[in-house]
């Protein structure tokens, strides 16, 4: 009998947040030299010799702090790096490979989960336990609201003064985030400040989740579906709308526990996500996904047609491109 996604409601203690803030099991053995860097795009061994400087910075910086007058120690500000691209040329990889060679205690989390754990905690506690790390690694970094914005900019000042280094990836470089999904000139100075913690690295090239492969298969009707998922062990079945609901209940922080132990993700009747709420909870499901490797089939409508031409022409047109390219390539290496 197939798990029911809708039927879990993941909790995960406060006090076990930060512990729990470390890179997606598919990335537990990256490195910099597990990166391949394609020899038309130049710009990603650049990316790799930078993401290493960087690397070797942090240990230096949380060990180092200049000395003032009477030979006091003072802590040395955090360095910065940003690496910004197109979803698909390895960023991810390059920030796992950063926290891995860096000393602990260090932490890796998505922006959304870092904001969560700030919500936690409380901004004083949050600050107090990430300021004796020596790097914070946020993926998928993203302002959607003004009190993102404000929140996000205080912690991550406060802590590169403290020393702790940040490092963060996106599809946007930071003097635009927040373009398009609010009115980002209201909080321009918040948004500069960011800009001024971190060095932007370009990273280009073409998505390698689609190199060289076949289109993704075509959704498989709704009893082809359940006779697949029902002779799968450890698989969930749900219908779509029934799932998008579930998802409204949960912190999106939580769609990782969600889909815990879950072998493979079957949902019925997909179709277009009615509005911008529904799809951006998708994109982070999406997202959870993939960083599980947990393959995705569905019956309905074609994953790339969740996400409307409307949609795809406003400002989170690059979240929602990412999610279908990961959701394509999770379809790709489902069992059917």
Do not use: W
Not at 274 to 283: E, F, G, H, N, T
């Amino acid at each position: 009998m197939p798990i029911r996604l809708v039927d879990r409601n993941p909790v995960v203690p406060a006090d076990q947040l930060i512990a729990n803030m470390v890179p997606p099991t598919m990335f537990d053995d990256v490195s910099f030299a597990s990166y391949i860097p394609d020899p038309a795009e130049p710009t990603q061994a650049e990316a790799v010799a930078k993401a290493e400087e960087f690397a070797g910075k942090v240990g230096k910086i949380r060990s180092g702090g200049k000395r003032g007058l009477f030979g006091k120690k003072t802590q040395a500000t955090g360095a910065g790096l940003y690496l910004d691209g197109g979803f698909g040329v390895g960023k991810t990889h390059l920030l796992a490979s950063i926290y891995h060679a860096t000393p602990e205690p260090k932490a890796f989390g998505t922006f959304v989960e870092l904001t969560h754990v700030v919500g936690a905690l409380g901004f004083t506690k949050a600050l107090e336990e990430f300021s004796n790390h020596s790097v914070l690694c946020i993926d998928e970094f993203e302002l959607d609201d003004p009190g993102d914005t404000m929140l996000v900019s205080r912690l991550l000042t406060e802590l590169s003064g403290r020393g702790v280094s940040i490092v963060a990836t996106s599809n946007t470089l930071p003097g635009q985030l927040g373009e398009g999904r609010f009115a980002a000139q209201d909080f321009l100075r918040e948004i500069k400040k960011l800009g001024s913690i971190f060095e932007a690295v370009r990273v280009d090239g073409p998505d390698y989740r689609h190199r060289d492969l076949p289109p993704a298969p075509d959704p498989l009707s709704d009893e082809d579906l359940t006779a697949v998922a029902e002779r799968i062990e450890n698989a969930s079945l749900d219908d779509f709308d029934e799932l998008v609901k579930h998802l409204s209940t949960l912190h999106p922080s939580r769609y990782g526990k969600l889909i815990e132990g879950v072998e493979q993700v079957f949902v019925s009747g997909v179709h277009a996500a009615p509005d911008q709420s529904v799809a951006l909870r998708i994109v982070v499901l999406a997202d959870r996904l993939y960083d599980a490797g947990t393959p995705v089939t569905v019956s309905g409508a074609k994953l790339d047609e969740l996400f409307t031409e409307e949609m795809l022409q406003g400002g989170y047109r690059k979240k929602y491109l990412r999610a279908t390219s990961r959701l394509l390539a999770l379809s790709r290496f489902a069992s059917v």
